[in-house]
């Protein structure tokens, strides 16, 4: 009769420790979802609001780039017309240089004319007007060719005045037309100036704009990163209840608690952890569950079998069966589970005591604390599946 009464005390006793002992052991993992959750949405909220602002000055940049665009066309009009206007007066300047060189030809023919009068005029060949004068063979001829050459002289002279007077014409024009000249290349310049300026500010709003637009697209990309974190993360969050919730209604299910500790296998935690260790250094292989390479799941299913007990085999399953335990009930030879690359249990280890398991993970077999910087946080739980 005692021993029924211990043993009911017992099994209410067990109850009560895996009601417990399951919420406790995924709270911390739950918590620090959920400020992972809060972390991501607000990195999210910052990345929208800097690609909001990015936008608004890209739009801004391209607004700055039309206006040069236009002001640049304007100036290539206003240079255009400037240039035809230059060559308008540089041909002005040419017909005048020419003109100028036409007027001395005249000039000399013209002196040459009359010097040939003379000498037509008195049939003598090369003679000066003193000469003429003094060939005279009278009086009266010497009077005549007097009169002759003062006529000749006073021919002579208005054509010099007035060849001198269209030469001092033609110069004043050509000195009006450098002037001009000069006007139009100073604004000229001034507008080649303006034109290189505003091409480099053009291209330098350009090169903003690029960045600015690889900035927006770079944010883009990190905002589908953060939705799938966010999205994975909820999920974790989901999972964990989820599991948080099964294994309290299982852990406050006598009938199950009871099933559950009587179907435990009688084996030695001590040989099943002296047997893992046996493989420390065997290389990590997805999918292995041999001594040539084990996965983590592949591992536990291995080890705890060559000790006669039978567990299923991937992680998941591993996690959905056995005896729930807490954190701080945790005995050698339990499995502690993790969430890691995805939702739920994807990674499993052998728990040897001290906080301390052995596990395949990437660099192989090896030895690992459940509660240092990586696992902690990854940690949702354990399962017994040995007396």
């Known amino acids: 009769m005692n021993s029924k009464l211990k043993g009911i005390s017992a099994g209410i006793l067990l109850i009560g420790t895996f009601a417990l002992s399951v919420p406790s052991a995924k709270a911390d993992t739950l918590s620090q979802d959920n400020q992972k959750l809060q972390q991501l949405q607000d990195e999210q909220s910052q990345v929208q609001s800097q690609i909001s602002q990015s936008q608004m000055k890209a739009a801004a940049l391209k607004n700055a780039i039309t206006s040069y665009d236009n002001a640049l066309h304007t100036l290539d009009t206003k240079i255009s017309a400037t240039n035809s206007q230059m060559s308008s007066l540089q041909k002005q300047q040419d017909a005048l240089t020419q003109q100028l060189e036409q007027n001395k030809k005249e000039l000399q023919k013209q002196q040459d004319e009359l010097t040939d009068m003379v000498r037509t005029a008195y049939e003598n060949g090369n003679v000066s007007y003193l000469g003429v004068l003094f060939q005279a063979n009278s009086f009266s001829d010497f009077l005549s060719r007097l009169y002759d050459l003062t006529l000749i002289s006073n021919t002579q002279n208005q054509v010099v005045d007035s060849v001198r007077q269209l030469r001092k ?34 291209a330098q709003r350009e090169a903003d704009l690029k960045n600015i637009e690889d900035n927006i697209e770079a944010g883009k990309e990190k905002q589908g990163t953060l939705e799938s974190q ?114 739920g249990a994807t990674h499993v280890g052998i728990y040897m005591g001290s906080g301390m398991m052995i596990d395949a993970q990437d660099m192989g077999v090896s030895i690992d604390s459940i509660n240092n910087s990586y696992w902690g946080p990854k940690y949702i739980g354990a399962r017994r599946y040995i007396k």
Do not use: M
Request: glycine letters at 6%.
């Open 169 to 202: 014409s033609i110069i004043q024009k050509q000195d009006q037309v450098k002037a001009s000249q000069a006007k139009l290349q100073a604004v000229h310049d001034q507008l080649a100036a303006l034109q290189q300026s505003d091409q480099s500010i053009k």
């Open 230 to 343: 966010i999205q994975l993360t909820q999920s974790q969050i989901q999972a964990i209840q989820q599991q948080t919730q099964e294994a309290e209604q299982q852990a406050s299910n006598p009938t199950y608690v009871a099933q559950q500790t009587a179907s435990l296998a009688n084996a030695s935690a001590s040989a099943i952890i002296q047997y893992a260790q046996s493989f420390l250094g065997t290389p990590y292989v997805w999918g292995g569950t041999s001594p040539s390479g084990f996965d983590c799941s592949g591992f536990t299913q291995y080890v705890l079998g060559h000790e006669g007990v039978s567990i299923p085999r991937t992680s998941e399953q591993q996690f959905a069966t056995g005896v729930p335990v807490s954190e701080s009930n945790l005995q050698p030879g339990d499995l502690v589970f993790f969430s890691t690359y995805a939702p």
